[in-house]
Each structure stands twice: as C-alpha cells, then as structure tokens.
C-alpha cells in the first residue's frame, strides 16, 4: 500500500511538474507561464489526500516493527523457560548439573543476542522505511512550493503587465477648448 501511494504521489508530483514546464510562457516574463489554474489546484489536493496515506504506512510499519520486537521477547523467553527447565530435569547430578547450567546460559545469552540483533534489524528497517517516507514527503513538499513560486510568478506577472499597459492620451488645444 505504502509503496503504490507513495508512487502515486511522486505521479502526482511529475504532473505538476511536467504541467508546470510546458506551460505557455508570459510575453517578456522569460520565468513566468501560465497554468490552468483548477488543473494545478486539483492535482495539489490529490496529493494533499494521500499524503497521509503515507503517514498511515509510517505509523503501520512503527506498530509492525513493535509487534515484531514483542515476538522476539517471546521467544527469547520462551528460550530461557525451557533452558531452566531443562536445567531442573539435569540437577540429579553434579556433572550433568554443570554441563546443564552452562548450557542454559548459553541458551540465554544466545536467546539474547537474538533478541538483540533482531531489535536492531527491525530499528533499521522501520529508520529505513520512516527516512524513505520522509524523503518522498519532502520531495512532494519542494514540488509543490516550487509550484507555488512559479504559480505567484507567473499571477504577478500577468498582473503587472496589464498595469503596464500604456493608455492613449489625446491634447486638446486651447483653442478646441474656448468653442
């Protein structure tokens, strides 16, 4: 889901884009163009809509990452319950009780090593998938106030030129003026 809104967006985005680089360029404004104005309005708020689509996918793949840690604590608990027991069942005698304990901990500090490892895997792949998330929201967020600054642009332009516009003055003589 994340990676087809995400895709979407960044459609979204090259639209504006394209839109925006062959649009119709303003006489003497060689930065200013015109764009259809409900056009570029309308992919904005598309992208506005699934923007969080992708903060939903954010949120999911944190949850997923904690629901993946408290399996690995699970199991790593389940680990050591069953290497004390096994220790219990050993304790009969003195040398099987040593090879047991030492086992057990063996057990337990592997247990723990996986815990730890599969910790850290799961914090690198939600940073991953949360820094690629934010990149593509970042990416959207520049398009759209470039897009911004050449809409502005390209309104204040047409604005100015009309203002421009020089108008006919036509002299009346003193003369026309006493008949």
């Not at 949120?59 to 997923?64: D, E, M, P």
């Amino acid at each position: 889901m994340g990676n087809e809104t995400g895709t979407e967006v960044l459609e979204l985005i090259e639209m504006l884009y394209t839109m925006v680089t062959e649009a119709w360029g303003v006489p003497l404004g060689n930065e200013r163009c015109i764009v259809d104005r409900d056009r570029l309005l309308n992919l904005l708020d598309e992208i506005k809509a699934r923007l969080p689509a992708e903060m939903a996918e954010a949120k999911r793949l944190v949850n997923a990452r904690d629901e993946f840690i408290g399996n690995a604590k699970r199991e790593a608990d389940s680990i050591r319950r069953s290497a004390e027991e096994r220790a219990k069942e050993l304790l009969e005698e003195q040398e099987i009780v040593r090879a047991s304990k030492a086992r057990s901990n063996e057990m337990l500090s592997a247990a723990e090593s996986r815990t730890r490892e599969l910790y850290r895997v799961a914090n690198e792949y939600v940073d991953d998938a949360l820094r690629r998330t934010e990149e593509a929201i970042n990416a959207a967020l520049s398009e759209v106030r470039q897009s911004r600054v050449h809409f502005r642009s390209a309104v204040g332009g047409a604005a100015k030129s009309q203002q421009t516009q020089p108008t006919r003055v036509t002299r009346i003589s003193e003369s026309e003026l006493e008949e």
